[in-house]
């Protein structure tokens, strides 16, 4: 790379270490947020998931809105949002205003995370220079959502949970300051048409989808509202299939997603991304909660686990090129769920011990998932639909991002508002909300494993 394409991928690649930045930064502050604005225990997760909801639903739209009208021009109204949101959060004076900030955060990165990687793809020629490109981005990704737990706990810890927003701010600015001067606009060449009844059937269909899923801790999974609004989402989704599978340009190829690796590959990255985001948020609560620790602390747990992640995830193309990417999946996915189960035995004069020792094997076997998933996911495919495969996964962790914190905080306060109600101490039903969820947790992602293998393999005997 010359001086200039080093400097317009640093660029790109802050705007992707800021989004992983702040997806995770305020989850380890979530208890002083709740204390500070009034947040009610089955509300705190909304802290994550007002972010990821729009992120999450909005991304497809957001990428396909960049191919038509200017990728640079989405990606600088996206960051632009982005940077201002996380003033407002930062100001937030009550949970309404913080969760509409949050919310406006989630839409700026929706519009960032597709235009960001479609601008590193156009900035470099295919080749070396584009491999180490999207390569550093994706592990720049992967480090801020460490580096956000680690900076969220020690300044949380020292000056106050609103001051977590100081860096986001400071690097929105200089991104946008420095994108119109170092990337160039790209666009699609000929001339194409949004394919909108794909785009409201899929956003609608994940936001009823998420929203039914977050709101079942408040009252239960057998109100009307809640399965109301879960069967709209199921219904939009099977509508978006339908609308995909007739449209001239769709959002999503449903020709590729018929290719077994995708769609199987596909099926395990949100498995990984859904059940370890769950962990993450759920075990820092826990560790503060019920076990007293400060944000700080609690940081610099969560901040081993994030270099066993990065040794992790250097060590993964070895151990995909000596046994393959489907098997690395399978594998890391199973061993994953084992940690979880190791993380669930937790009580509240252990939980350190078990999560270095439970949360070192649950982190390592994730991020070998996680490879193993994008590799997978993107095998077996000629160089045209490269782009519609990798747009696929981009999709699948966003998705897997989103769904998973909502569901299991769901779960961990129905349990916890259960007990309490038939007298158990708060500690003790906090305890309880937390064992239940990381058991689910575990079962899905151990059996979502036996289901992966039992499907690739039927695939290698089929070839």
């Not at 003033?87 to 205003?97: D, I, N, R």
């Not at 151990?319 to 035995?345: D, K, P």
């Not at 998932?369 to 999709?395: C, F, K, M, R, W």
């Amino acid at each position: 790379m010359d001086r200039r394409g080093r400097l317009v991928l640093l660029v790109l690649c802050t705007a992707n270490f800021l989004v992983g930045i702040d997806f995770s930064i305020l989850t380890i502050a979530v208890p002083a947020i709740g204390r500070d604005l009034h947040l009610g225990e089955s509300d705190l997760q909304w802290v994550a998931t007002a972010f990821a909801l729009p992120s999450g639903g909005l991304l497809l739209l957001f990428g396909r809105t960049g191919d038509l009208i200017g990728r640079r021009r989405v990606f600088l109204g996206g960051m632009v949002l982005f940077t201002l949101a996380s003033l407002l959060t930062a100001l937030a004076w009550s949970p309404a205003v913080l969760l509409t900030a949050r919310a406006l955060q989630g839409l700026g990165a929706a519009g960032v995370v597709p235009t960001g990687m479609a601008l590193l793809t156009t900035s470099f020629a295919e080749g070396r220079a584009r491999d180490r490109a999207l390569g550093i981005a994706g592990s720049l990704m992967a480090t801020g959502f460490t580096v956000g737990t680690l900076i969220g706990g020690v300044v949380t810890d020292l000056v106050g949970w609103r001051f977590t927003m100081v860096l986001p701010i400071v690097l929105g600015v200089l991104v946008v300051a420095g994108t119109p001067l170092l990337v160039e606009e790209s666009r699609n060449s000929r001339r194409e048409r949004l394919d909108l009844p794909g785009a409201v059937t899929v956003t609608g269909g994940l936001l009823a989808l998420i929203y039914a899923l977050s709101t079942a801790a408040q009252g239960g999974w057998g109100r009307p509202s809640v399965l109301g609004t879960l069967a709209a989402g199921v219904v939009l989704l099977a509508l978006f299939l339908a609308v995909q599978a007739r449209s001239a340009q769709p959002l999503v190829s449903l020709r590729v997603l018929r290719r077994r690796t995708v769609a199987l590959g596909n099926l395990g990255g949100l498995l990984a991304f859904a059940t370890a985001t769950s962990v993450s948020f759920v075990g820092e609560l826990f560790l503060q909660q019920v076990n007293g620790l400060s944000p700080i602390q609690t940081g610099l747990v969560f901040g081993w686990l994030g270099v066993v992640a990065a040794v992790s995830g250097n060590l993964a193309p070895r151990a995909i090129g000596r046994f393959g990417s489907g098997n690395v999946l399978v594998v890391g996915l199973f061993v994953q769920g084992l940690g979880t189960v190791v993380i669930a035995t937790m009580t509240r004069g252990d939980s350190v011990v078990i999560l270095l020792l439970g949360g070192t094997v649950w982190i390592y076997a994730n991020l070998q998932a996680i490879v193993g998933y994008n590799v997978t996911a993107t095998s077996g495919l000629p160089d045209v639909e490269q782009g519609l495969a990798t747009g696929l996964a981009t999709t699948t962790q966003q998705v897997g991002l989103t769904v998973g914190i909502p569901v299991m905080s769901a779960l961990a306060a129905g349990r916890t508002n259960g007990l309490v109600r038939s007298g158990r101490g708060q500690l003790d039903a906090l305890a309880g909300g937390f064992h239940l969820a990381m058991g689910v947790n575990a079962a899905i992602t151990l059996g979502g494993a036996l289901l992966l293998g039992v499907a690739l393999r039927r695939r290698v005997r089929e070839r």
